[in-house]
C-alpha cells in the first residue's frame, strides 16, 4: 500500500480493532485523496474548502460518538481519535472543522438538546448538510469564560441575546451557533442560533497566520430574538460548554499527534536523501537526536491517547486526564514540528511540504480550548488540591 504508515514503535496497531483499522485507513484513505492535494493552496490563500463538509459527513467524521439514530457514528472513542489523528495529519484546520462539528455543535445538541432540537439539527449537521460553530469566548472572557457579558432577557416565548463572541471556528460558513450566553439570574445557558435571526452577523476575522484553511470570525447579537425552544433544557452553569470542550480536546490530543507523525516521518525521509558534506544528513548525530527524541514522544503520546481512549470508552477519564492529554500532544506537536522544519533547512519553509503549515497551525491548536498555561495549571490544581487561576 502507497498509504501513510503511522509510526508505531511500540506496536501500538496491535491494541488497535480491525474496524479501528479500517476507520483509520479511509479516513487515510480521503486525506490523501481529497485533502493533501489541496489544501497548501487553501491555506496560502487562507481560503476554507467549504466542499469539504459534505465529504467530512458522508466519511462519518462528524459526531463519530452521537448515536446513529441522531446522524451520529455510533462508533467508540478510539474510532474517534484515529479519526482526528488522520485529519490532522492533512491539516489540523481541517480536524478543528470536524471537531467543532462533532464535539462542540452536535454533542452539546445531543447531551443537553430536547428531543425536537435533536431531531431538527442533528441529522443535517452530521451529512455535513449544516456546518455549524460554538460560540463561548468573547474579546474581553478568554480564558476565563464564567465573566461572559453575552446575555438574555426574557421576553415571552422568545429571549432577547445580545453581545459578542470572537475566534470563532466555522462562523463565517456556519448556518447554526451553539452560543452560551447568561440568562437574567447570571446562569450561564446554551442555546442554538440560527443564521437568518435578525440582528445576528458573523463577520470573518482576517489576518491569521495560523489555521489559514479554516475560518474563523466573530458572532455579533444585536438584540436576536430567539425561541425558547432553542434553549437547552437540561444544563446550566459552567459545566455545559466545559462538558462539550473536554470531547473536543480529546480530538485535539489525537489531532495534534497527527501533525506530528506527519513532521515526523517527512523528517525522517528528508534526512535519508538529502546529502551534504558527502553523507545523508540522517547520518549526523545532531539529526538523530532530533529523530530519536521526536520517535519517543511520538510514541509515549500514542500510548497516553489509546490508553485515554480506553478510559473515555469505560466512562472513566476525569476532564484532567484530558487536559494533559491535550496539553502533552500539543506540545510534543509544536516541538516535532519545529525541529523537522530545521531538518528540511530551507525547504522546510516553503509550501513544497507541509511542516511550516502544521508548525503555524499548532500555534492555534496549542491556544485554544484551553491554552497550554491553562491546562498546566489544571493539572497543578488536581495534584495539589490548590486553585492557582485566581
Ligand atoms: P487570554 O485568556 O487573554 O490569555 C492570554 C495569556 O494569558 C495566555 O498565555 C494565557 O495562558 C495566560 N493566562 C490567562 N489566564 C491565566 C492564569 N490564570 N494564570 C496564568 N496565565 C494565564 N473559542 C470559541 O469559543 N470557539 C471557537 O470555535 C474558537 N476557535 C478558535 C480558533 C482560533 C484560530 C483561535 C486562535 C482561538 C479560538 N477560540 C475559540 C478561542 C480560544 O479558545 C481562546 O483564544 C483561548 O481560550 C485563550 O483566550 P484568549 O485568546 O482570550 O487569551
Known amino acids: 500500500t502507497d498509504l501513510f504508515q503511522s509510526p508505531d514503535y511500540f506496536l501500538v496497531d496491535e491494541l488497535l480493532s480491525d474496524e479501528h483499522k479500517l476507520i483509520r485507513d479511509s479516513v487515510r484513505n480521503y486525506v490523501k485523496k481529497e485533502i493533501s492535494p489541496i489544501i497548501e493552496d487553501y491555506a496560502q490563500r487562507a481560503e476554507f474548502p467549504e466542499h469539504i463538509v459534505k465529504q467530512l459527513g458522508d466519511l462519518g467524521c462528524f459526531g463519530p460518538t452521537v448515536p446513529v439514530k441522531y446522524g451520529g457514528g455510533g462508533l467508540d472513542y478510539i474510532s474517534y ?72 432577557k426574557d421576553a415571552g416565548d422568545h429571549v432577547i441575546l445580545n453581545g459578542s463572541k470572537m475566534w470563532i471556528s466555522n462562523a463565517p460558513y456556519a448556518q447554526v451557533a451553539v452560543v452560551w450566553a447568561k440568562d437574567e439570574a447570571g446562569d450561564i445557558r446554551g442555546l442554538i442560533v440560527e443564521r437568518g435571526m435578525e440582528g445576528f452577523s458573523t463577520p470573518t476575522t482576517h489576518g491569521k497566520w495560523s489555521l489559514r484553511a479554516s475560518a474563523t470570525g466573530e458572532l455579533v447579537f444585536d438584540n436576536v430574538k430567539v425561541p425558547k425552544e432553542n434553549i437547552f433544557p437540561e444544563v446550566k452553569g459552567l459545566k455545559g460548554p466545559l462538558g462539550c470542550l473536554t470531547k473536543a480536546r480529546y480530538g485535539i490530543a489525537w489531532g495534534a499527534l497527527g501533525a506530528a507523525m506527519d513532521c515526523y516521518d517527512i523528517a525522517l525521509n528528508y534526512s535519508k536523501e538529502r546529502v551534504q558534506f558527502g553523507k545523508p544528513i540522517g547520518a549526523f548525530q545532531l539529526q538523530q537526536k532530533k529523530l530519536a527524541e521526536m520517535i519517543t514522544e511520538i510514541t509515549k503520546a500514542q500510548l497516553l491517547n489509546w490508553r485515554l481512549g480506553v478510559l473515555m470508552n469505560e466512562g472513566r477519564a476525569t476532564p484532567q486526564q484530558v487536559s494533559m492529554a491535550k496539553r502533552n500532544s500539543c506540545e510534543v506537536a509544536t516541538n516535532i514540528a519545529r525541529a523537522a522544519r530545521q531538518m528540511l533547512g530551507g525547504m522546510g519553509i516553503t509550501g513544497e511540504y507541509p511542516i511550516m503549515r502544521h508548525m503555524m497551525n499548532l500555534e492555534s491548536v496549542i491556544t485554544y480550548e484551553g491554552t497550554h498555561d491553562i491546562h498546566l495549571l489544571v493539572t497543578g490544581m488536581d495534584v495539589t488540591g490548590f486553585n492557582a487561576f485566581k
Open 81 to 152: 481519535g484515529l479519526m482526528m489523528q488522520e485529519l490532522e495529519r492533512g491539516d489540523s484546520g481541517v480536524r478543528s472543522t470536524a471537531s467543532v462539528q462533532g464535539s462542540l455543535v452536535m454533542f452539546p445538541i445531543y447531551a443537553y438538546g430536547s428531543e425536537e432540537q435533536r431531531n431538527k439539527f442533528l441529522p443535517k449537521l452530521g451529512s455535513g448538510e449544516w456546518l455549524g460553530c460554538f460560540g463561548l469566548t468573547e474579546p474581553d472572557h478568554g480564558s476565563n469564560p464564567a465573566g461572559m457579558l453575552t446575555n438574555i
